[in-house]
């Protein structure tokens, strides 16, 4: 066993860092927990969020809500939840991909929500920890090479 003083942590570590399948499953778990907490408190508790909404807009009041916006609105954040299962599951070459396309994806969603309104300092925060996991996906997914090669 790879382990330091008796500890499986270091069996752990080096497992994940091996099995990049496994660290892009719990990277899209964490971005998808962290996104889904960060809506969670800007509808519920930021002032004048819920009236807003109320009103029939979002985006900082730019944004009519509407059925198609809703519905488009369900299929993007869809996708991470997908994410999830499909890291897991897809062979080498369509995985590294749907990683690197969908991770930019949101990359570039959540970089443009920050210019909707004025954010506040809590979504400037998980929007920051937000891009974040999404680069490490598309640094993983990037540098993986074939393990059945």
Request: charged share 10%; net charge neutral.
């Amino acid at each position: 066993m790879n382990t330091t003083e008796g500890s499986t942590h270091g069996t752990i570590v080096s497992s994940v860092k091996k099995h990049t399948r496994i660290l892009l499953t719990l990277l899209w778990v964490f971005f998808t927990v962290n996104f889904m907490y960060c809506d969670a408190l800007t509808s519920s508790l930021e002032p004048g969020v819920i009236e807003m909404h109320m009103s029939g807009f979002t985006g900082g009041g730019t944004v009519k809500i509407t059925e198609g916006f809703l519905l488009g609105t369900a299929m993007m954040f869809e996708i991470p939840f997908l994410m999830i299962v499909l890291s897991w599951v897809l062979k080498h070459r369509i995985n590294r991909w749907a990683n690197i396309i969908a991770a930019t994806l949101f990359i570039v969603a959540q970089i443009g929500s920050l210019f909707l309104g004025v954010p506040s300092p809590m979504y400037i925060f998980y929007s920051t920890i937000e891009i974040a996991a999404l680069l490490l996906i598309v640094w993983n997914a990037w540098k993986w090479r074939n393990p059945e090669a």
